[in-house]
């Protein structure tokens, strides 16, 4: 059962709407503390896995939401489960690897057993031993399952929530970041690799980073360097009604320059650099609608990027008020032949922890978290673009973050 009763609020919101966030929000453990009682364990779809990755009846993997973590298992009959990977009995862990399969899972502390819809099917010395010591006649194992979530999949993407009625999912993602997934996710996906990212900031300024369009052609001299991406280029910002949900999305023009950038003197372009292997941004119009960049994210923690060809999808993962973790798995399609694997492979490298785009995302979050501590009675600014969040023919905006907090603020009762 979802608690949404976690206490009230201690920070004061300006009252200038969604323009204005409290820097107290990034450090205060006590709503930290309510985030993961009402957003994370509230009436959210939060993802877990690909479908791919428990393709057979048998298979399961760890994954979290929030601080928890959670099983996802293909059962015997193929229907897709999750629950807490916690035994009912002490409370130990019951998957210590990532993946497994087998017909049933055995806790190592005292040899409780579940099968993989989460049942409880065998107590180690329930009857005792000799006629001495067991469980009393009381005792039924039904009455000890692990505590068991709804899931949903969508585009081989499987999602959980903990809320006993979480809302309609396809009602929860919108028609537009509906669709923009299945653009990307439109047959069936493989896995090329994965990796995992600790990030020294809270989690909420990295789902603000990814949410946020601008900065992209600031910070990461790449993107403008080597033209991939620039404020100028068309495209534009879907926020859905809710506001946590967003897709941002470029259509490369190399026709355009660079002159807004050398007007403003923003770090840009370098005329004279190339790359040694330009391969790595060619790329294959798979889509059919030009669109070199989309950033897609759902609420509380799921980030789908198609970067030229480069697929991944991005479980941002809170671990204390001040760390959250990133995990990346790489993508690609089951039908890909060699060629288009080994582009996706090299394309892989824009990305990451040290990718030549991502890196300074894995930066500049920690530059925020050590500049606000003591000064938390400050407030952020979130005016660029205006102060609603609502979808956008262009990117100089912070409307799809406005649209962040707007989501957050209804889950929190802030």
Known sequence: MAHLDAGTSKIAWPSNALTSVPYRVYTDTDEY????????????????CLAVEIAEPGDYV??????????????????????????????????????????????????????????????????GVQRQGGMP??????????????????????????????????SYLGPEISSRIARVMHKPLKVLGRTTQVLPNNWKLYFENVKDTYHASILHTFFTTFEINRLNQRGGVVVDEGGGNHASYTIMDRSLDSTDYKQQEIRSSKDDYRLADPSMLEGVDEFGDGVTLQILTVFPGLVVQQIQNSLAVRQLLPRGVDRCELVWTILG??????????????QANLVGPAGY?????????????????????????????????????YRATESSVRGFWKKYRALMGV
């Open 333 to 346: 399609f089951a039908d890909d032949d060699d060629a288009m694997t080994e582009h996706r492979l090299k």
């Open 33 to 48: 503390a309510r985030e993961i009682e009402r957003i994370f364990k509230g009436p959210t779809w939060n993802y877990l």
């Open 62 to 127: 760890v994954s979290s939401i929030g601080e928890t973590p959670v099983v996802v298992a293909r059962s015997l009959d193929g229907g897709i489960h999750a629950f807490v990977n916690r035994c009912a009995h002490r409370g130990a862990l019951l998957c210590l690897n990532r993946r497994g399969h087998g017909k049933d899972i055995t806790c190592v502390y005292h040899g409780w057993s579940y099968d993989l819809t989460g049942n409880l099917t065998g107590v180690a010395f329930q009857r």
């Open 137 to 170: 006649p009381e005792f039924k194992r039904e009455d000890h399952n692990l505590r068991k979530l709804k899931v949903v999949e969508f585009c081989g993407l499987i999602f959980g929530s903990f809320a006993d009625n979480p809302p309609d999912f396809q």
């Open 357 to 393: 785009i991502s890196m300074e995302d894995g930066c500049v979050g920690g530059f925020v978290q050590r500049a606000v501590r003591g000064i938390e009675e400050d407030n952020g600014v979130l005016m660029m673009g205006g102060g609603d969040a609502s979808s956008q023919t």
